[in-house]
T-cell receptor, first 112, second 115 residues
Framework: AQSVTQLDSHVSVSEGTPVLLRCNYSSSYSPSLFWYVQHPNKGLQLLLKYTSAATLVKGINGFEAEFKKSETSFHLTKPSAHMSDAAEYFCVVSEWSPAMRFGAGTRLTVKP | EAQVTQNPRYLITVTGKKLTVTCSQNMNHEYMSWYRQDPGLGLRQIYY???????DKGDVPEGYKVSRKEKRNFPLILESPSPNQTSLYFC??????????????FGPGTRLTVL
């Protein structure tokens, strides 16, 4: 069965410093992995997805994630945080479409 | 404009009063899903549909029904709502991608309160 664990429920960074949001997954197959972002009182927006091509995936707004099979991880990073990055981020695993399992979410706070 | 629409956006109701939340997409997607979002739990899939008349349970289907009579519509039905169904609900749609899942497009959400 597929599952996903977001290791931090809340991450706080200063503007201009790097962002790291951690995600571990469990799957019996080679799953697809996603990161979605939800800004306050907004819907969900896809940041990036891994679907068994390149292990380093680049997304929108300067975010990227690296798929590491040996560590079953898919951590999300950004070199320099911006105030507009403050939001909730969800890591998602999918062994087959359209069944998807979301992590509990990581709330990112960006301090000025 | 390509979009997923949900109605109503906000709903307050009472225990036991049947309700339907509609979902419609204009992208000709085969796949559609319903999720509920609760604090600290992320989004949990309620039901999904792979095509007209083809639906299946997600992780939390108890207390919900769905139907897919037309490709564009996927209503969520609560026959007898209870307070534990108070939540934020999202509908989503996507093209089929087999093992390589295509992007899901989410609706704006429906905030449901059951008193």
């Amino acid at each position: 069965a597929q599952s996903v664990t977001q290791l931090d429920s809340h991450v706080s960074v200063s503007e201009g410093t790097p962002v790291l949001l951690r995600c571990n997954y469990s799957s019996s197959y080679s799953p697809s992995l996603f990161w979605y972002v939800q800004h306050p009182n907004k819907g969900l927006q896809l940041l990036l997805k891994y679907t068994s091509a390149a292990t380093l995936v680049k997304g929108i707004n300067g975010f990227e994630a690296e798929f590491k099979k040996s560590e079953t991880s898919f951590h999300l990073t950004k070199p320099s945080a911006h105030m507009s990055d403050a939001a909730e981020y969800f890591c998602v695993v999918s062994e087959w479409s359209p069944a998807m399992r979301f992590g509990a979410g990581t709330r990112l706070t960006v301090k000025p | 404009e390509a979009q997923v629409t949900q109605n109503p956006r906000y709903l307050i109701t009472v225990t036991g009063k049947k309700l339907t939340v509609t979902c419609s997409q204009n992208m000709n997607h085969e796949y559609m899903s319903w999720y509920r979002q609760d604090p600290g739990l992320g989004l949990r899939q309620i039901y999904y549909s792979m095509n007209v008349e083809v639906t299946d349970k997600g992780d939390v289907p108890e207390g919900y029904k769905v139907s897919r009579k037309e490709k564009r519509n996927f209503p969520l039905i609560l026959e007898s709502p209870s307070p534990n169904q108070t939540s934020l609900y999202f509908c989503a749609s996507s093209f089929p991608g087999g093992r390589s899942t295509d992007t899901q497009y989410f609706g704006p959400g429906t905030r449901l309160t059951v008193l």
